[in-house]
Nanobody
Framework: VQLQASGGGLVQAGGSLRLSCAAS????????VGWFRRVPGKEREFVAV????????DYADSVKGRFTISRDNDKKTVYLQMNSLKVEDTAVYYC????????????????????WGQGTLVTVSS
């Protein structure tokens, strides 16, 4: 599967953005899709994941209550709605995917993903 992340941009603190991760290929509904981010000079960190079964999601503590991950399998797209953005959310955001079974544990480690998108830059100004 190939992934294309989009939706990044410049926004003021307190604002919102919606990122999209569009996939090509077959059987997208079988994939867990995660979002990660990296600030220059730091390691990439987990942001959110949605498993193949809708409703099984997880978030980093730093974004809980502000970010919402969702998926539209017909459109082969996963979204990350980001509200109440903070300056510290500034980063390059990447989406990643892995083909899983229904009961697969929640995947939060980047090394457990097989496919990666190219990243989209989110800049939050004060």
């Amino acid at each position: 599967v190939q992934l294309q992340a989009s939706g990044g941009g410049l926004v003021q603190a307190g604002g919102s953005l919606r990122l999209s991760c569009a996939a090509s290929g077959h059987s997208f509904s079988r994939y867990a899709v995660g979002w990660f981010r990296r600030v220059p000079g730091k390691e990439r960190e987990f942001v959110a994941v949605i498993m193949r079964s809708v409703g099984r999601v997880d978030y980093a503590d730093s974004v809980k209550g502000r970010f919402t991950i969702s998926r539209d399998n017909d459109k082969k797209t996963v979204y990350l709605q980001m509200n109440s953005l903070k300056v510290e959310d500034t980063a390059v955001y990447y989406c990643a995917a892995r083909n899983t079974i229904v009961s697969h544990p929640i995947i939060v480690r980047e090394e457990d993903y097989n496919y990666w998108g190219q990243g989209t830059l989110v800049t939050v100004s004060s």
